[in-house]
Every structure is written in C-alpha cells, then in structure tokens.
C-alpha cells in the first residue's frame, strides 16, 4: 500500500510545475497576435503642423491729413501697424516720407459706400474728424459724419473705436454750440455701439508742431509752459464755468500714443478719459 501511495505522489506534478504551466498556457492565450504584443512599443514622430502668423492690427485713422490724425498715423506706423486713411483725393496732403506707408482711401466719412470700402480688413478704428465753422456744420462734421461712421464700422464687426472728442470749456461750450452738440452726440452713439469697446479721449488745447502747407508751426513754445502750470490746478478747474479753462493742454504725441494704445490694446478700459487721464495713460508703465 505504501509503494502505491508513493508511486501516485512521484507520478503527480508539483504544484509549482502546474503553476507554471498554467501561465504558460495563459501567456500563449494572450499572446495569440504575437507580432503586436511580443514587439516593442512603437511610438509614431508627429507632423509638422503649420501655424499661421499673427495677425496685424489694421487701424483706419478717420482724418489722417489734419494735425492730430497725422500724429496717430505715424505712431501706429512707428509700432509696426497697417494703418489706412479716408482722404476726398485718395492720397496724402502732407509731404513727410512716412505718408506713403499709409494705405489711403479716396471717398468722404458722409458716405457709407466709401467707409465699407475703406473698413475692410480693419481691427479698430480711430476717429479725430471735427471742424470748425457755423453751428449746422459743426453739428454735422463733428457729431453726423462720426456718428455715420461709428455704425459703419459696428456693421463691418469692428473690434475697437477711439474717438477724439474735446474737453469741456465751461462758457466757450456755449459760444460752440454746434461743436459741442455734436461731439457729445457721436459720444452717446459710440458708447451704445461699443460699449466694450469704444474709448473717448476728452483733450483740451493739442500743442505741438503743426504742418501748414510747408510751414511748421511750434505750438509747444505757448502749450508746454501752460501744461507745466496748469496740470497741478486741477482743483481749480472744478469751479463752475470759469474752472474748465484752467484745464492743461496736451501734447500731441501724447495723445497719438494714448490712442494707438486704447486702439490696440484689449486691455485698456472702455470709456471716457479727460486730459488727466490721457497724461496718465502717455505712460508705458500705466494701468
């Protein structure tokens, strides 16, 4: 009995040997596809991707002839910006180099068939269109024609637009009544169409040189001094019609710089800003 017993035990297979042939057995099983799982992983070298540039701001600077437009025009093309114009000629009054860099648009603000044109492609629009004359066409130029274009450029999809509008001067507002009527009436218009967008600056007296025909005019010689004096008599400016006349001029360059920013800048609040507030801003570190 005990020779049988222990021919069963030596003829059974050890538990470890069974072990071992169960994953054996296992391993073949999984291992049917071999070429895919006994191979090394393989990892693919990815595509080149093609990314498209950035691109451009485009600025459309509504009276890039006059004093002021001529200024923004050049600081925007000073930062590398496509920057068009809307002139009746469609080129340049003005014989400075930098001009023919300008893309220039013949038409008039009035018309909605040459602003359609002259927006195409455009990311902000930068608007210092006024004039000076009777009440009716200052109405017209400074509030009608800025307003025909705040809607054009809102149906176009326009992203951000800058108005130069014009401090308030106490008694002077009322000797300008058209003038500023119609400032304020393309501000309220800018505000309903680009209330995210849209930014007002309020400047009073713009000195600088301004370019009459081939004459230069150094308005810096009275603008600088009056700045310097009246930019800490701000409090004084707050007495009732009298007081805004005390508001500081503003360099032109400053207000091209504040300009092209609000115009680039996502950014910069929406809003009015009056000279102080442009002073603040002609700051690269300003917030």
């Known amino acids: 009995m005990r020779t049988l017993l222990s021919r069963l035990i030596h003829s059974t297979p050890s538990l470890s040997r069974l072990n071992a042939m169960a994953m054996s057995k296992n391993v073949r099983t999984l291992s049917t596809d071999s070429n895919t799982v006994d191979e090394p992983f393989k990892v693919r070298e ?12 485009k600025l459309l600077v509504l009276g890039g002839n006059g ?7 050049r600081e925007a093309l ?20 930098w001009a023919s860099n300008v893309a220039w648009y013949k038409g008039s603000i009035l018309s909605t068939d040459s602003l359609k044109e002259a927006l ?16 009716s066409y200052m109405y017209k130029i400074n509030g009608t024609a ?13 992203k951000r637009f800058v108005y130069i509008s014009a401090a308030d001067f106490g008694v002077i507002n009322y000797l300008l009544q058209g003038y500023y009527e119609g400032k304020r009436a393309a501000e309220t218009e800018l505000l309903t169409k ?69 115009a680039t800048d996502p950014a910069f609040p929406p809003g009015v800003l009056d000279v102080y507030g442009i002073q603040r801003y002609n700051h690269p570190k300003s917030k």
Not at 78 to 97: E, M, N, P, Q, Y
Not at 146 to 158: L, M, P, S, Y
Not at 208 to 233: C, D, F, N, W
């Open 46 to 57: 990815a595509g080149t991707v093609n990314v498209p540039p950035p691109l451009t701001e």
């Open 146 to 158: 800025n307003i025909n274009a705040i809607r054009a450029a809102a149906e176009q999809g326009v």
């Open 194 to 262: 680009f209330s995210y967008g849209g930014i007002i600056l309020r400047p009073g007296f713009i000195y600088g040189t301004r370019s009459v025909g081939s004459a230069k005019i150094p308005l810096g010689v009275i603008g600088y001094p009056l700045e310097m004096v009246l930019q800490h008599a701000k409090p004084l400016s707050q007495i009732p019609l009298v007081g805004p006349l005390l508001t500081p001029p503003v360099n032109v360059t400053a207000v091209a710089k504040v300009a092209v920013r609000a």
């Open 120 to 135: 195409n492609g455009v990311t902000a629009v930068i608007s210092c269109v006024g004039g000076f004359g009777s009440n």
């Open 78 to 97: 000073d930062h590398g910006f496509t920057v068009a114009s809307l002139s009746r000629s469609g080129k340049s009054s003005l014989h400075d180099s």
């Open 67 to 73: 004093f002021v437009g001529s200024h923004i025009c």
